[in-house]
């Protein structure tokens, strides 16, 4: 199953932020610190690369990540021209109110009351922004909630006589390419649910953590994984929490749904579901199976 989804508002809002980017001075890109490639929409850097724009990579919900993983995205992003990156949660007002400091950082000319600071948060729906936003505020100015795209329209907000900012729409873009992508976004609630199939997400999900995290889904549980397949261990969480259906058999789909949300809250442990290396893996299979398929559909050369 390939995910795909790109809501009709998303159009207006791609437009909009792209008309806002002539006149900021940093790009605030927010992403998922479980998968910062992932969660990255490639828009944001296509418009902020045409307009020369510096960008502060927010790695948000590094609480719940894989902090070993989270310090190498950490790496690889400020190892980017223009980037600049920091690992986060935007529950802590501690952490982000390191923010526009950094920002002022990437454009340093933009400091006094007759040329403020202009920044613009930008990401994906459902990756913190506008926890972020209300922490930056002070007071409670975005509507926050658990289902994403809640925010539909930009607002600009006057941090100090130095520094405004505009928050911005969740933005998704039109395809997304990989279907792994796909996989993680669903995974962690950035798509919405009716486009997705929760059980085949949380398939996904569970051969990832069987891969990577074996250790805490054995601790979460309560069962070995290492003879299971994927659907061998929801089957398992089922049978744990005696979930069934009418008529006794094991409820996949409810069983589904809890694993997804235990990754979701946190309760499995810090997770990342993508590594600067599996990226990296991810991309050269891509490649090569993409030249595999252009080398078939090459048309045969004529005999001489």
């Known amino acids: 199953m390939a ?55 927010v790695l948000n919900k590094s609480d719940l990540a894989d902090p070993a993983v989270t310090r190498a995205w950490i790496a690889e992003f400020n190892r980017q021209p223009g980037v600049s990156a920091v690992a986060i949660s935007s529950r802590n007002a501690g952490e982000v109110a390191r ?30 922004k506008s926890t972020l936003m209300n922490a930056l505020v002070g007071h409670k100015i975005a509507k926050v909630g658990d289902e994403p795209a809640v925010t539909k329209m930009q607002q600009a907000h006057r941090l100090s006589a130095r520094q405004t900012i505009i928050d911005t729409p969740g933005l998704m873009w039109p395809k997304i390419q990989y279907d792994s992508d796909g996989f993680m976004l669903a995974t962690s609630h950035a798509i919405g649910r009716n486009a997705v199939i929760d059980e085949e997400v949380a ?67 810090r997770i990342s579901l993508e590594t600067p290396e599996t990226r990296r893996a991810m991309l050269a299979e891509a490649a090569s199976e993409h030249d595999e398929t252009a080398a078939e559909d090459k048309p045969a050369r004529p005999p001489a």
């Open 203 to 269: 398939v996904f999900l569970a051969g990832l953590l069987r891969e990577r995290y074996p250790a805490l889904l054995a601790a979460r549980y309560g069962f070995a994984v290492e003879e299971l397949d994927a659907v061998d261990i929801i089957e398992s969480v089922a049978r744990r929490r005696a979930l069934r259906m009418r008529g006794g058999a094991l409820d996949f789909a409810k069983a589904s749904l809890v694993l997804l949300q235990d990754y979701r809250d946190g309760r499995l442990g």
């Open 99 to 128: 923010l526009p400091a950094l920002c002022q950082a990437l454009a340093p000319h933009r400091n006094d009351t007759t040329k403020p600071l202009r920044m613009m948060i930008m990401g994906i729906p459902n990756v913190g």
């Open 3 to 57: 995910i795909q989804w790109f809501p009709g508002h998303m159009v207006s809002a791609r437009r909009k932020a792209a008309e806002t980017m002539a006149n900021i001075d940093v790009v605030i890109e927010v992403v998922d610190a479980r998968l910062p490639a992932a969660s990255a929409n490639p828009l944001v850097a296509d418009l902020r690369r045409h307009r020369q724009r510096p960008c502060l990579k």
